[in-house]
């Protein structure tokens, strides 16, 4: 990074969201100390302000605005501090922000992120006319960024997320993301190749390759993300891969094969979001499986890749779920067993298809199926980790725990987290014996090495 460059002040920003928000904030936070700026340890007394905000759910979206409401005061003590706002709902929202709040300095959308400078110039100008304040056109800015230019975050702990696609070409009906984030648009593989090569050179032990529908990847000369795990598994120094998120309609055989083929550099962990167990909602959500055709996959998985553990994501309360709907996606968990699971209550998006479904389920009767829901797969997965107990497993130093300061964190590759007793070094591997479990981590101590 060119140090010569003139201290222009300093920046905060807020992330929420998605792994494609936090690493947008790494490409933006590049963009800002590129043009000069220094990171502020907090937003009181930055000189800019970014929230990239998230608008997956109506409360991720409403949050902007309360919070917004409270950098207010901040820009009341600090006329002169520039407040933007990123990410998705700058996209939906675009110039309307300026009139929900007039002292927002400038929006972009999450495609633009190299234009962030070019805006804050105009602000800084003293422009006013709000349209050459927003840019919210579909760019290739965030997938072209210069790699060697992100500040990224998870470097110290040995891991990097490299973007492989932008945008989602699906139309599920509850979803808001082709409308934020545009069509789908890729990065050639060779890009992405020399981008994981230098990571690996700086000491990065696991990458984790991002996209909306990550496994929609396919450059022009038509490498697709089967291939890509292929060559990646290749590098030297790269001991894990990931990626995410991946739809079920497009988990191919041919995809299948070369993860098993790859090795166990890729790691044994899939975040496969199904939504709904039941096919008819599913067919409501314009999902383009079934419930029996994602069992399929799940078994195809279970059979090449042994061991293998699952993630998904789960919407209750969609407005055709019946009674009957939500007890099969209830036996659809005890079926598949997933070892994690992010589960919502449905909330209607502007724009979105369903937005106009009559909504048969009332706000209590989501909450209570959310809370059943909850309750069922916290049962799973505290039987699935009871299994973990007296193996030993590999993780990769995150850090001290958040739960418990006298232990450290990290992650096996199946994504379990660890907290373990031991010293290690940040950013390595290092073998844990598991002693014990809850729904949520593994508890152990690290194995020393025989003096
Ligand atoms: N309402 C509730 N949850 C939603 N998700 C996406 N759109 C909505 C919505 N309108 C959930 C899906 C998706 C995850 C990222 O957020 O489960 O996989």
Redesign the pocket.
Known sequence: MDRSVHNKGTYHIETWG?QMNVHDSEKLSGSMEREGYLRAAGPDGADVVLLNTCS??EKASEKVFSELGRLRKLKDRNPDMILGVCGCVGQQEGAEIFRRAPFVDLVIGPRSTASLPALMERVRQGETDVSLRVDTEYRRDSIDFPYDQIRREGEAAGKAFVTVIEGCNHRCT???VPRTRGKEVCRGMDDILAEVGQLADRGVLEVEFLGQTVNAYRDDRGNGLAELLVATSRIDGIERIRFTTSHPAQMTERLMDAMAEAGPRVVPFLHL?V?SGSSSVLKDMRRGYDRGTYLAKVAALRERIPGICLGT???VGFPTESDVDFRETLSLMEEVRFHSC?S??????PG?ASEAFHDGVGPEEKQARLHELQLVQKGIQERLHASWVGRTVEVLVEGASKSDASRMTGRTPESRIVNFTGNAVIGRMAPILVESSSAYALLGRKIEPEA
């Open positions: 998605c997956i759910r509850f979803c808001i979001p939504q994501d789960i919407i992010y919502f209550t449905y909330s209607p998006r979105t």
